[in-house]
């Protein structure tokens, strides 16, 4: 029989969101769990660099992430990670969020899941998977030293890839199907490194080895050509997928799988708030995400005093 606990408010997801709306919940005194069937930080923990982050001219997002973590918990906030979460029924009063290990009762629910990385789809996928296909160039691209690289993909996240994973490469292929949507400052950086070739409107079709990655075969959409280019590794960024898989017999999504809520984060289910990149919005970013969580604890404590007279 699992363990019964009643908090006041369960936040689900320990990117920066939710993070953030665990500090301000700690703040306001709400008794405040945090859930994490990972790593605490999500996506942006593997950042090298982050140079948009108000009050940073520099910071890593390990050490970023780790100063709000800090924070939250010095207010109270009990941040629980690898309990995977099972199920919940959000539509009840107390919510419940039932864990491997726990049954939680909530008065109130803010998500803040975030996305992971789309995997790369192709059938040898998974037999290269941690054998030269990967998706973490922190984690992994220091195996990679003197190697080859290519890294997938248009968007910042495969730029700003490429561009550190030139200190490992002594040649490196930044390969994508249609045309950069990186800002010009990355692209700038990139294109003034001779360590990269930049192969655009090029389909990845195959990738090819043994035991492990040994290349890849690559389709010019402009010349009609076909190349095998000798690789030892590459990285993949072609987007993310909402984390909503949990919500979805719940909560209303979008077109994208994203959880439709307001700027105020309120979802259609009273006392249930959605934040960050989960949510259904124009703009992403790691400022709005903790736009997000403050706003969602706010109106989650707004929420709550009202609940309980």
């Avoid at 923990?45 to 992430?65: Q, R, T, Y």
């Avoid at 199920?87 to 909530?106: C, D, F, H, M, N």
């Avoid at 998500?111 to 054998?131: Q, Y």
Wanted: proline share 2%.
């Amino acid at each position: 029989m699992k363990e019964r606990i009643h908090k006041d408010i369960v936040i689900i997801g320990a990117g920066m969101a939710g993070l953030t709306a665990a500090l301000y919940c700690g703040r306001m005194n709400l008794d405040t769990l945090v859930l994490e069937n990972g790593l605490v930080g999500g996506q942006i923990a593997n950042a090298v660099a982050i140079e948009n982050f108000p009050g940073f001219v520099s910071v890593s997002g390990g050490e970023l992430i780790a100063t709000v973590q800090k924070q939250a918990e010095s207010f109270g906030a009990v941040i629980d990670e690898f309990d995977e979460i099972e199920r919940v029924t959000l539509k009840a009063t107390p919510k419940i969020i039932e864990t491997q290990e726990k049954i939680y009762e909530a008065d109130a629910v803010i998500i803040a899941t975030g996305m992971n990385r789309r995997k790369l789809p192709l059938p040898e996928e998974k037999k290269f998977s941690g054998r030269g296909v990967h998706y973490c160039e922190l984690c992994d691209g220091h195996a990679y030293d003197g190697k080859i690289i290519a890294v997938a993909g248009g968007g910042n996240a495969a730029v700003d890839a490429a561009n550190f994973l030139t200190k490992y490469a002594t040649k490196l292929y930044l390969i994508h199907r249609s045309e950069l949507r990186a800002d010009d400052f990355s692209q700038r950086r990139m294109r003034a490194n001779d360590k990269i070739t930049v192969m655009l409107q090029t389909d990845i079709k195959a990738l090819r080895g043994d035991k492990k990655l040994e290349a890849v075969e690559v389709f010019d959409k402009t010349t009609g050509e076909t190349k095998t280019l000798a690789v030892d590794g590459i990285f993949v960024n072609i987007g993310v997928e909402p984390n909503t898989k949990l919500f979805r017999d719940e909560l209303t999504l979008s077109a994208s799988g994203r959880i439709i809520a307001g700027e105020d984060c309120r979802t259609e289910i009273d006392g249930v708030f959605a934040a960050g990149d989960v949510r259904e919005k124009e703009i992403r970013q790691l400022t709005t995400a903790a736009s997000d969580g403050t706003t969602a604890a706010l109106l989650a404590e707004k929420f709550l005093a009202k609940l309980k007279g």
